[in-house]
């Protein structure tokens, strides 16, 4: 269920998972838009969570890892995953909760490409009676939409979160300033650690170097900016890199495409 927001007051317009039949039928959607400035504090859900972002960039934090959703792009939940929702600027979603028991699930949250064909398949099932007939056309249609969730490529729009609270306090100073550019002995000694200690305990904890992570963390950052309108230049300073070039180099080998083609709205 949803909790109380932060920073913005609720719109009437928004729209409660609590409000769906959940138990009618094994897939039950909704389309919503948040506000922005919206917080959705840390809950779960009984049933697996898929978002397709329309419009805007959020960012969603789970126990394990935080995320970044670009608009035409998704999320997929698991089934009891806490996880904590943030807007920027406004997002539209297409929502669909679908019970964990369904084949062919991911077992793990994962940002992921959609398809011309999964994102058909997701606007027809919003188009569904919720109590739509599962042995009919609207039972295949789902079957053959988890049979496409599970064939999409994940997107690496994902950082994981160390649980040692001495990693977590680097972790949250670059989090909260993506530019830092304090270097790694400096970061070290926040964490109270030596060098090799603290990147050998953050590799242990999140498969990654830091300066992987540290990359991830900007990406993720810049994505979010893009979806404000902000120019790839000031993005560049802003995320930490000494020229717009470099910025763009990095987001080109990552992603494999340039900072401008999320800049824009675009239909996979």
Known sequence: MRRPMMGVARDRTMKRSLDLPLTIRPVVGMEDCYPAGYVDLFHSHDRSQLCLALTGVMSVTTDLS?????????I???AGTRHQVACRGEVKLHILYL???????PADARVFDVSMLLRALIQEVLTFDHAYDERGREGRIVALMLEEIARMPSIPLAAPTPKDKRLRRVCDLIISDPGNQADLDALARLAGMGRRTFTRAFRNETGMAFAVWRQQIRLMAALSMLGDGKSITSIAYDVGYESPSSFTAMFNRVLGVPPSHYARSRVT
């Open 66 to 74: 935080t995320y970044v959703l670009p608009a035409n792009r998704a």
């Open 76 to 78: 997929w939940l698991p």
């Open 99 to 105: 019970e964990p028991d369904l084949p062919g699930q």
